[in-house]
Nanobody, 116 residues
Framework: QVQLVESGGGLVQPGGSLRLSCAVS????????MGWYRQAPGKQRELIVR???????WYADSVKGRFTISRDNTKNAVYLQMNSLKPNDTAVYYC??????????WGQGTQVTVSS
């Protein structure tokens, strides 16, 4: 069974930075496109970044230039470096595969709150 464990969230002031981590167990992520998603209060969960097995990345306009996704297949992990955080980045952040076959079971996510 695939398990996803996100960590690294917290409370940060506007303009601050956080680095999120996602540890995956139960499957090797080498060949999967991995993504970070977020769900803000009252909104649907949305994909904000993805990284292909090749290392190619895509970013939503809302985070482009501020967030950086990376992966370490040797550790079966995915990371999200978030800089220049804004209040509207406040959300629960999740990682999962980005695939036409759908996501694995969701982890608990990690809360990111950007507030002064």
């Amino acid at each position: 069974q695939v398990q996803l464990v996100e960590s690294g969230g917290g409370l940060v002031q506007p303009g601050g930075s956080l680095r999120l981590s996602c540890a995956v167990s139960g499957i090797m992520i080498n060949f999967w496109t991995m993504g970070w998603y977020r769900q803000a209060p009252g909104k649907q969960r949305e994909l904000i970044v993805r990284i292909l097995a090749s290392g190619t990345t895509w970013y939503a306009d809302s985070v482009k230039g501020r967030f950086t996704i990376s992966r370490d297949n040797t550790k079966n992990a995915v990371y999200l470096q978030m800089n220049s955080l804004k209040p509207n980045d406040t959300a629960v952040y999740y990682c999962n595969r980005d695939s036409v076959v759908g996501p694995w079971n969701w982890g608990q996510g990690t809360q990111v709150t950007v507030s002064s």
